[in-house]
T-cell receptor, first 116, second 113 residues
Framework: DQQVKQNSPSLSVQEGRISILNCDYT??????FLWYKKYPAEGPTFLIS?????DKNEDGRFTVFLNKSAKHLSLHIVPSQPGDSAVYFC???????????????FGQGTILTVHP | NAGVTQTPKFRVLKTGQSMTLLCAQD?????MYWYRQDPGMGLRLIHY???????AKGEVPDGYNVSRLKKQNFLLGLESAAPSQTSVYFC????????????FGQGTRLTVV
C-alpha cells in the first residue's frame, strides 16, 4: 500500500524550461511534505518543504505547491539547469500529536534529466 | 562538518553471514533512522531511534536489529543475511524541531549472494 506515489519514473526537459515533478498521497494524516534530491552514489539531500497550513513555498528556483483537497503536491524548477539532473523523492510525515519522530514516507522517485 | 557518516560504503556477503552497518552523526541530533532503497520502491524505514538507548520498528524491520548505545551512533545488524536484503542502506538523523528535516549519509551498497 503505497501511501506516497510518484507516478512518473522519469522526466526529460530542456535547459531553461520548467520542470514539474508530481506527487500524490493517500494518508490524510500527513501534514508536512518534503522534496529530496539524490545524485548517484550519494545520500538524499533536503531541497524544500511545505506544511499543510500552506499551499505554496518558494526557495529560489524551486517552488512546491500543495493541493490538500486533491492530496497532491508538485515541485516546480524554473529555470531548469543541467546540474538539476538527479532523482527527486517526495516524502511526507504526520507530525500532529508529536509522535511521528520525523519518520518519513517516501515516493518511488522521479529521474529528472535536463538537457543542455 | 562531516554530518552523517556510514561505514562501510560497499559490502558483499554470502547468504547466512552476519554484519553490522555503522552510522555516526556529529550534529547532536536526537532522532536517527535506517532506511533501505530498492528499485521502484523509494526509501523504506527499517528501524528508528528517538534517543540514546531507545529503538523502534519501522515499516520493514524483519531480519534486522539495531542498537543505539551512544547518542551519536546507530548500528544496523543483519544476523543471517538473505538475498532479499540486497539493497542500498541509508542512515539519517534529525533534530527534535517541529518541522523535521532528515540529513542522510552517503549510503551503503550491500549485496548478498
Amino acid at each position: 500500500d503505497q501511501q506516497v506515489k510518484q507516478n512518473s519514473p522519469s522526466l526529460s526537459v530542456q535547459e531553461g524550461r520548467i520542470s514539474i515533478l508530481n506527487c500524490d498521497y493517500t494518508n490524510s494524516m500527513f501534514d508536512y511534505f518534503l522534496w529530496y534530491k539524490k545524485y548517484p552514489a550519494e545520500g538524499p539531500t533536503f531541497l524544500i518543504s511545505i506544511s499543510s497550513i500552506k499551499d505554496k513555498n518558494e526557495d529560489g528556483r524551486f517552488t512546491v505547491f500543495l493541493n490538500k483537497s486533491a492530496k497532491h503536491l508538485s515541485l516546480h524548477i524554473v529555470p531548469s539547469q543541467p546540474g538539476d539532473s538527479a532523482v527527486y523523492f517526495c516524502a511526507a510525515s504526520a507530525n500532529a500529536g508529536g509522535t511521528s519522530y520525523g519518520k518519513l514516507t517516501f515516493g518511488q522517485g522521479t529521474i529528472l534529466t535536463v538537457h543542455p | 562538518n562531516a554530518g552523517v557518516t556510514q561505514t562501510p560504503k560497499f559490502r558483499v556477503l554470502k547468504t547466512g553471514q552476519s554484519m553490522t552497518l555503522l552510522c555516526a552523526q556529529d550534529m547532536n541530533h536526537e532522532y536517527m533512522y535506517w532506511y533501505r532503497q530498492d528499485p521502484g520502491m523509494g526509501l523504506r524505514l527499517i528501524h528508528y531511534s528517538v534517543g540514546e538507548g531507545t529503538t523502534a520498528k519501522g515499516e520493514v524491520p524483519d531480519g534486522y536489529n539495531v542498537s543505539r548505545l551512544k547518542k551519536q551512533n546507530f548500528l544496523l545488524g543483519l544476523e543471517s543475511a538473505a538475498p532479499s536484503q540486497t539493497s542500498v542502506y541509508f542512515c539519517a538523523s534529525s533534530s527534535r524541531d517541529p518541522f523535521l528535516r532528515a540529513f542522510f549519509g552517503q549510503g551503503t551498497r550491500l549485496t548478498v549472494v
